[in-house]
């Protein structure tokens, strides 16, 4: 997300809160639907959650929505009767999608801790290749005086 033309707030609301959003495929996991069934509920329901953030580029676009609208939209639809043609859906316990919404934020805060640590250790490394590269400079600059100096004298003489 270092492009800053490959994130798009649609609801700037949420600016500086993405913890409370969620992308469809994981709300799809979350719940336990597939992706098109999400999908699908997207295009077919002028109710489903108003997208909140686009990140990447082009085709790739990853579409984030609130995760609480979320949850709220797929409940109402995951209770719904199934029509005539249709089998109920195995309903899923409250408890299942709770816990596995703590799986997830696990999982997401294991990966955030794993990349702070990679970014701590970029940043030492940053920090002393600065160190080096300012005593460098120092010792050219100090070197380029003394040599304009010895010039001056020199053309004194």
Avoid: C
Avoid at 11 to 36: C, F, K, M, Q, T
């Amino acid at each position: 997300m270092s492009d800053p033309k490959a994130v798009t707030w649609l609801r700037p609301e949420y600016e500086g809160r993405e913890d409370e959003l969620i992308n469809l495929a994981a709300g799809a996991a979350l719940v336990g639907v597939s992706r098109s069934a999400v999908s699908n509920w997207a295009k077919r329901h002028s109710n489903f959650p108003k997208i909140a953030l686009l990140t990447g580029i082009g085709d790739r676009r990853v579409k984030y929505v609130p995760r609480a609208e979320f949850l709220d939209f797929a409940r109402a639809q995951l209770s719904k009767k199934p029509g005539p043609n249709r089998p109920a859906a195995p309903r899923r316990a409250a408890a299942t999608l709770r816990a596995e919404e703590i799986a997830y934020s696990e999982r997401q805060i294991a990966r955030l801790e794993e990349l702070e640590a990679r970014q701590v250790k970029a940043l030492a490394n940053t920090r002393r290749a600065l160190k080096k590269h300012r005593g460098r400079l120092r010792r050219a600059q100090q070197r380029l005086a003394e040599e304009v100096a010895a010039a001056a004298q020199h053309a004194r003489r």
